[in-house]
């Protein structure tokens, strides 16, 4: 099952390093990472997910929580919105460039670039949603794709902080 860590940590070089560290060292895969600043500067949150059962993560939250530099630890319900970013260059001639741009409107992505012969493609969503536009543009023949990773915060009133 995929769980998702919203890490609070202290903005100063080398967090990432020693979180990402205590992960490979207990031989554990991270499915999705994404870092950027919180609500205030001196504080960044890191969202990680990670495949595995509830002791896992259990394991996870306690040796995360024995890092000097980890502010809180919370591991994210369903109550929570989630997003991830996703780039898509995909070939797009005459005859297949009005197809791609219709899948675009669908799925409520926008078109970043148009050029003689790709189109890239801007989606903000959720994982699923980012899977299943790349399925749709499979047959178009996708030349790249940059992803984000999940972000994510809890619903409402809730906070991790």
Do not use: H, W
Request: with cysteine; aromatic share 4%.
């Amino acid at each position: 099952m995929k769980y998702t860590l919203s890490v609070l940590v202290e903005n100063q070089a080398g967090v990432l390093s020693k979180i990402s560290g205590l992960f490979s060292r207990r031989g554990f895969n991270i499915d999705s990472l994404a870092v950027g600043i919180a609500e205030t500067p001196n504080l960044s949150r890191i969202t990680i997910v990670v495949n595995g059962d509830e002791y896992l993560i259990e394991q996870l939250e306690k040796q995360l929580n024995k890092l000097i530099s980890v502010v809180k630890v919370k591991v994210l319900d369903n109550n929570t919105i989630s997003r991830e970013l996703a780039l898509i260059k995909v070939n797009a001639n005459s005859k297949t460039r009005f197809e791609i741009i219709k899948i675009a409107e669908v799925t409520k992505s926008n078109i970043a670039n148009i050029s003689a012969n790709t189109i890239t493609i801007e989606c903000s969503n959720t994982t699923d949603n980012i899977e299943t536009l790349i399925m749709l543009l499979k047959p178009y023949g996708i030349k790249q794709i940059a992803r984000t990773g999940t972000v994510a915060l809890e619903n409402g009133d809730s906070s991790a902080k």
